[in-house]
Every structure is written in C-alpha cells, then in structure tokens.
C-alpha cells in the first residue's frame, strides 16, 4: 500500500517524507493488532491511501500515516513536530484531540463536536483527515462488539456523513450512509440489498445500451464527450426516497443515470440541447447546477427525458473539474502538485466554508447541551435544501425551512420586518415549506415586529432565537417540531386475495402501536383486493415504518395513503 501512496508523489523530498512517516508509524504501532487481527499500520496506510487520491498534498498525507501515534502510542505531539515539523504536528494534534471524546452523552457529543468544528474552521485538512479515518474504521465495523457497532454507526451517519454532504463531499458521504445504514438497520438494509439486486442490473444495461447512441447522438452534433459511464444510487439515499413515494420503485427514475463528462462549460449545454432534440425532457426535472450551484459547491446539468422505450432516465452533465468536486468536494480545491494547500481558489473555498464560521458564531450563544446538539441537526447537519435570492444567490437551508427562516438567513432586520413572501413569483403564507430550487422574495414593511405564532413553524436555531429575543418571549423550553402532526390517514392496501390476509395486516399495524379507526375490504380485480384502513398517527416516522412493514407482509403488492 506504501508503494501505492508512492507513486502518486514526483519530487524526491515528498517521497522522503511520505517514507520517513511511514517508518515512524509502523515502528510506534509495531506490537499493536486491529480487532481484525491485522497489523495496526494498515489502518493509517488506508487513511492515507484514501486521502492521497484526493490528491491532497505531502503534508496531510503525512499527517493521516502519524494521525494515531499521540493518542494509541508513548510518543508524544512535542516528537512529531521535533521530526516533521509545526504543520504536520498541528495536523496530528487536532485529530488526537477529536478521538479524546467518545460519542456518548450529551456532554461528550457536544465537546466532540464543538472540537471538530473549531478544527474545521483552522484548517479543513484535520477534519478530512478525520473523514477518512472513519470510513477506513466503518469498513472493519464487524469485528466489533453489536453494541459498539450501533454506536458509531449511528455517530457516522447523524454526524459525519452530514459533514461530508456539507463540505461537497458526494462520494464519501453516500458510502459513509450506507455502511451506516447496514448496521443501524440490517434487516431493511438486507431487503433492500435483495430488492434492488436485479433492478440494478437491468437499469445498468439500459444504460450500457445507451451509451453508443448518445455517442451517435453527439457525433451529429460535433461534440465529443470524455467519458459516458452510469452512476449507481446509494443504498442509504434511494431507502430515504423511497419512504417518501410509499415504496414504489417505479416512482424512482435515477436508480441508475447516465453521467456524461465533457470538456468544458459549453460543450455540457451543447450536450443538454443535443439530447432534448432526441429525446423529450420530462417537464420540471431540468436543473442546472452549472448557472446556480448548490451551497456546497455542486454543479452539473441535470435532466430526465423520454428515452428509448419510453423510460424516463436521468442524464448528468459535467466537466472533469465539476466531477472531481461533486466527488470530493472541498479537498478537491487543492492538488498536492501545487505544494501550498492554501494557494489554490481560495475565495471558493472560503465562501463554501462560511457556514463554520457562521456555526462558530452561533455556539457560544448555546449553552445547553442538549440544546446544541439538537439545533445543531437541524440548523447545520441536517438534510439540506437550496433556495434563491432574487440576485440569484444560493441560499443553504435545512429541508423544512420556511420563508421566515430564510428572511432570519438573510439579516435579521429583514426577518423582523418579514410581512409576506412570494416563493417562483407567487405570494405564499409565511409558514410554507420551502423547495430546493424555489426563488424566494421577502416582502418586508417597516416597523413590523415578528409574530410568537412563528415559533410554531420556523425550523431554524437562528430563526427561533431572533424572534425570542424581539417579542422577549420568556418560553423556557426549546420549540423542536422534527415533523408534521398526522391526523386520520386513509391507508390503502393491495393484496393477492388469500385467507387471513385482513388480519395479518391488521395485526401489523396494530403491533406499530397505531389506532384503528374502521377497516374494510372491497373487492378489485382477481387475483387483488383492496384493504382500506382508517388509522389515527401523529408521528411521521413511525408511518414510514409501517409501511415498510406493510410492505413486508405476504400477498401485499402496493401500500399507499391520503392524509
């Protein structure tokens, strides 16, 4: 593996260094074994394998071979620096100081993170430096202990994936989930392992079948493309999707998309205008992320069309620049070639990197534990949603953000004055959920003081806290609405008709702890009937569990509800 981290280095100097750290770590982890029963330097030989791929430079490379010295050996942060020096020990130093709070507790997540996102804002480099040592750790996650599985599983996909997400860092975060979700949740993992098995297969040799024609396609069009290659759906992000159309596989059309990359900027819209001309697009499935790029950095051209045999398929296009970065985000700014890690688009990466600042902010008016750690899910780490200003600028927010938590991201006075909204032109009630992509207007009258009916829906840390501080509110407890309040649901059932289908049903949801308010069966086409059930749940979550058990049962085709 050495040899390998080697060959990606050219100057003498780099490849001493890189030898001498290595040689420094396998002699201080010489009589240590893993729970796998493999030597110890394997480990920071794969972080530093994974990190070296990103190209980033000797130092940091040097730093993930050291990065368990201080913390799992006698040698001390005070030898490192001695021998390769202030930067790879200030490196070495930050990671030792993340590994010193477990995840566990309140108090313990919230100095782990407080320390991680501190780092974060001196220098991005330990916290990729972190990244990949745990995905290197999420790999050997079966030698351990069930309990301890859950734990760092569970740490992995509420923090570290989130991070990835937020530092642009597409590729590490989707494998982080995944290998997340497999411990967190074996049992749904393995049945959608076993459900999407031959969909995938069949969706890749759509693609395959795909590619010559889009070469034909652009051959006409005189534009080349660099490569075509079909992009597989993460586990983690297709189960999320799934949950949100009831299950239904022929609702997902980007199990597998093409991905198309081009030389340039022009020769992807060119591509674009090629592929419409062959192939209708499928209305509001065009995006461009090339004009406005998400917050993280982002940026492709995607689109879904009308394409052989009438399948709706997704198409991405992008330049090789724009892939490196949708793959690894924030570290794809620097090259190690360039020798300064600091030398290459800074002003990019510091615009990307402003919501640590702003987080650094924000924290010391947290006091709480509790209370940061759950702001904190919500304002920072949670599933994110992009909307527009009307300059066109990228706002990041999470999803369930309305237009007062936008007006607050915004400045404060623009939230205080916050009168109405127009969410792609049309006047919206303040407490609208906003969508990815919606452009957003802030209707604003002087004078005006924000509402104490807005805490009921905004969803935002920041949000909550201008509006407190303003009305000079004195609720004592942190409003937290995680989802929407369900009332009576109609839930439908397709079942193949057999005995004792109703009540298998029925017990399932029964065994959810879920009301039933009527039940009845009516009769559909043979061999299918239709179960309608009237159920009482005020828990999002917990009707997305049940109709993933539903799903499970024998004899059931569909499930589906109307609230």
């Known amino acids: 593996m050495l040899e390998k981290i080697l060959t990606y280095f050219q100057k003498p100097e780099e490849k001493t260094l890189i030898k001498s750290a290595y040689d420094f770590a396998w002699r201080a982890h010489r009589d240590q074994k893993r729970e796998s029963g493999e030597p110890y330097i394997q480990h920071p030989l794969g972080v530093a394998l994974m990190l070296t791929k990103m190209n980033l430079d000797t130092e940091t490379v040097a730093a993930a071979l050291l990065h368990d010295v201080v913390e799992d050996t006698p040698h001390t942060i005070e030898e490192i620096e001695k021998r390769f020096g202030h930067t790879i020990a200030f490196l070495v130093n930050g990671v030792t100081k993340l590994d010193k709070i477990k995840y566990g507790g309140a108090e313990g997540k919230t100095e782990n993170l407080r320390k991680m996102f501190l780092a974060m804002a001196q220098d991005i480099r330990v916290v990729l430096i972190k990244l990949a040592d745990r995905y290197n750790n999420m790999q050997t996650l079966m030698f351990l202990a069930e309990d301890k599985q859950k734990t760092i599983a569970l740490e992995t996909l509420e923090i570290y994936a989130p991070i990835a997400y937020r530092l642009g860092m597409g590729e590490i975060k989707g494998q982080l989930e995944d290998l997340a979700f497999k411990y967190l949740h074996p049992e749904k993992y393995k049945w959608l392992e076993n459900e999407v098995a031959e969909k995938y297969e069949t969706h890749r040799a759509y693609i395959d079948k795909l590619r010559p024609v ?15 290659h079909a992009r597989v759906k993460h586990f983690y992000s297709l189960y999320k999707k799934l949950l949100r159309y009831q299950m239904d596989f022929d609702k997902i ?18 591509a674009l205008g090629a592929i419409h001309q062959v192939w209708k697009p499928v209305p509001g499935l065009i995006k461009d992320y090339i004009a406005t790029p998400k917050p993280n950095g982002y940026q492709s051209l995607h689109t879904s069309v009308f394409g052989p045999e009438g399948k709706i398929t997704e198409i991405q296009i992008r330049t090789p620049d724009m892939h490196e970065k949708a793959e690894n985000g924030i570290a794809a700014h620097w090259a190690y070639k360039e020798r300064n890690f600091f030398s290459r688009d800074l002003n990019a990466s510091k615009k990307e990197l402003a919501w640590v600042e702003q987080l650094r902010e924000w924290q010391k008016a947290v006091r709480g534990s509790d209370e940061f750690l759950q ?110 309040a369900l009332s009576a649901i109609n839930l ?21 702890k879920i009301n039933i308010l009527s039940a009845k069966s009516e009769g559909a086409k043979d061999p299918y009937h239709y179960l309608n059930f009237s159920i ?28």
């Open 375 to 484: 702001s904190l899910k919500i304002d920072f780490l949670k599933d994110r949603i992009f909307v527009l200003t009307p300059k066109g600028d990228a706002l990041d927010l999470p999803e369930g953000a309305t237009p007062v938590d936008f007006a607050y991201a915004i400045h404060s006075d623009i939230g205080h004055q916050c009168a109405g909204a127009k969410i792609n032109g049309r006047i919206t009630p303040l407490n609208t959920e906003l969508q990815s992509g919606d452009a957003v207007e802030i209707l604003i009258q002087k004078n005006k003081k924000p509402s104490e009916d807005w805490l009921s829906f905004v969803k935002t840390n920041l949000a909550k806290e201008r509006i407190r501080s303003v009305i000079k509110s004195k609720i004592k407890k942190v409003i937290r609405i995680q989802s929407k």
């Open 214 to 228: 889009i070469f034909g396609i652009f051959k006409n069009e005189k534009i080349a493309p660099l490569e075509i």
């Open 492 to 512: 439908r059932v397709v079942v193949r008709d057999r005995i004792g289908i109703l009540k298998d049903v029925t017990n399932v949801i029964s065994s959810q």
């Open 253 to 270: 059309h980007d199990l597998v998309a093409a991905r198309i990359i081009m030389k340039n900027i022009e020769d992807c819209y060119l």
């Open 536 to 563: 009482e749940s005020k828990n999002k979550q917990k009707l997305e569990e049940l109709l993933f058990a539903i799903k499970k049962t024998k004899g059931v085709e569909e499930v589906s509800f109307k609230i």
